[in-house]
């Protein structure tokens, strides 16, 4: 795996770099809500990049750089590729990131039309067609997943590149976390639509433990069966229509939620 260089091997601290891309900043306030964690984390590397919360601007190469957002613009798609030549390691941060956000909804309508129908001078906005992750423009080399991203993988994954071993990080559903909290299904007790058994864990399986199904903040698991679930909800008497809208949301771009949506809007329209 990428390693991260050992300050006792060389005898200087990791770099650390932090970059946003279009996003609302939520991953990058989860890194600094670690508070006393992070004091510790900070006294192993060298933050090197961080403008929300430093002034310290130089310049790369950087050891470890962690990126927040989606690619929507041309300057977005250039400016990944001199973070990629510039780190070590790349991690991409959170849904905009690994899925292309909320914004990815951009990629199922015309964005001209909304830039025309938002914007008094349309033609002085330079937009990309669609909200694309950033695996799909570069090579990353670990993704965590959220909106926003989880505070116990991030120090996970830190901690991990520091010691130089791989980090730990669930690629389950979110069925398991219920399971390990001993909350009650939502699904099977209660009726209520859930999306816990395709999306990935990582959030302590927080809306299911105050009977809310799962939004599908972590984004699809690693084997999903959308068809499966879509068809369970259909029993519970959810329309087709509003199957479809349930996988457009925070990873509304993650193939697996986008094939379900698109599958069941075309089953709607039928």
């Not at 990428?2 to 890194?31: E, H, I, M, Y």
């Not at 938002?118 to 906005?125: G, I, N």
């Not at 990582?202 to 433990?209: E, S, V, W, Y």
């Not at 068809?227 to 457009?248: C, I, K, N, Q, Y």
Request: aromatic residues 6%.
């Amino acid at each position: 795996m990428p390693r991260a260089p050992s300050p006792r091997r060389n005898g200087r601290k990791p770099r650390l770099a932090v970059f946003k891309l279009a996003s609302c900043d939520g991953c990058q306030l989860t890194l600094l809500d670690c508070e006393d964690e992070l004091l510790a984390i900070a006294g192993r590397v060298e933050v090197a990049y961080f403008p929300e919360a430093s002034r310290a601007m130089r310049r790369g190469p950087y050891d470890i750089a962690l990126v927040e957002g989606s690619v929507t613009t041309p300057h977005d798609a250039e400016r990944i590729l001199g973070i990629r030549k510039s780190a070590g390691i790349l991690v991409s941060l959170g849904a905009c990131a690994t899925a292309g956000g909320i914004q990815a909804l951009r990629n199922f309508a015309d964005v001209g039309a909304y830039v025309s129908a938002v914007y008094a001078t349309p033609e002085y906005v330079t937009t990309l067609a669609q909200s694309t992750p950033v695996a799909q423009h570069v090579r990353v080399d670990f993704e965590l997943r959220g909106c926003p991203i989880a505070k116990d993988q991030l120090l996970e994954l830190l901690t991990a590149l520091l010691a130089g071993r791989r980090p730990a990080l669930p690629t389950g559903s979110v069925c398991q976390e219920c399971k390990r909290r001993g909350a009650v299904c939502v699904m099977v007790a209660r009726g209520t639509p859930c999306l816990g058994p395709v999306t990935q864990a990582g959030c302590g399986a927080l809306c299911p433990a105050f009977d809310r199904g799962c939004f599908g903040c972590f984004g699809p698991m690693e084997s999903p069966n959308a068809a499966s679930l879509g068809a369970r909800w259909e029993a519970l008497g959810v329309a087709r229509a509003d199957v479809a809208r349930a996988f457009r949301t925070f990873n509304a771009g993650a193939p697996a939620f986008r094939a379900a949506s698109e599958a069941y809007e075309r089953e709607a329209d039928r």
